[in-house]
């Protein structure tokens, strides 16, 4: 139930009201507040699981690429190093943060 009103609510360009809305005229009685706490509490574990099942499912095809970008940039008043996968989509398929430049141990954490 939770992860269906989270993903009306990223999927479709929707309001919080609008599925408060949608889900009303269903028989579920929910507050616009419940859809924004849900969001807020589960959204990225819900995006994340996403995430890991399109990356195993895109491991099967021959063509696919993935690379690492790197960039320097400061963080809470701290110069760090952010590594993203990105696939030749453009889609993110992992982040990290670290201090150091080992690419390395950037690809391993994110492997």
């Known amino acids: ?64 690429r993935w690379h690492l970008d790197e960039m320097y940039m400061k963080l809470n008043g701290e110069m760090v190093y952010l590594w993203r996968a990105v696939d030749q989509e453009g889609e993110v398929l992992e982040s990290y943060v670290t201090n150091t430049r080992d690419k390395a141990a950037a690809r391993a954490v994110i492997q």
């Open 1 to 64: 139930m939770i992860r269906l009103v989270v993903l009306m609510y990223v999927r479709f360009p929707l309001s919080l009201r609008n599925v408060e809305g949608l889900l009303f005229e269903r028989g579920i009685d929910i507050c616009h507040e419940t859809v924004r706490l849900w969001w807020n509490r589960f959204g990225s574990l819900f995006a994340g699981d996403i995430r890991r099942q399109r990356v195993s499912r895109m491991r099967g095809f021959r063509h696919w």
